[in-house]
């Protein structure tokens, strides 16, 4: 591999680790700060779900300036990663709402309906 080529490969895993990095700090920094479930939800989600992902990736191709492997278990884990934080976040909104423990700030629809599409059922006593 040409010095020239391997630089810029070294430069681009550097770059995907120290975002990684920012993007996992921002998130455990918003899941510590913010005040409400629904708002501290959204912090390891998205942000921290990125920063691992690009944190992932750039582990993967590390190796690749010095004649090592690419690592496909990495690029799996960022895959699965992507795929299921998602669907744990919708779960866990759709819980909070079910609960009563969501935003009370957040307007009615207006048709009736709950914003969640699971309608709470419980009749009080």
Wanted: no cysteine; hydrophobic share 50%; proline share 9%.
């Amino acid at each position: 591999m040409s010095p020239l080529l391997q630089t810029a490969l070294e430069l681009i895993v550097a770059a995907g680790l120290v975002g990684g990095g920012f993007f996992a700090l921002v998130g455990s920094w918003g899941l510590i700060r913010l005040p409400r479930p629904m708002q501290r939800l959204h912090a390891p989600t998205k942000a921290t779900t990125i920063g691992v992902g690009a944190a992932l990736l750039a582990s993967s191709i590390g190796d690749l300036p010095f004649g090592g492997p690419l690592s496909m278990q990495e690029w799996l884990i960022t895959l699965f990663l992507l795929l299921t934080a998602p669907v744990s976040a919708l779960f866990l909104a759709k819980t909070l709402i079910l609960r009563g423990e969501a935003d009370p700030n957040i307007p009615e629809t207006g048709t009736g309906q709950p914003w969640a599409t699971l309608a709470d059922e419980r009749k009080d006593p």
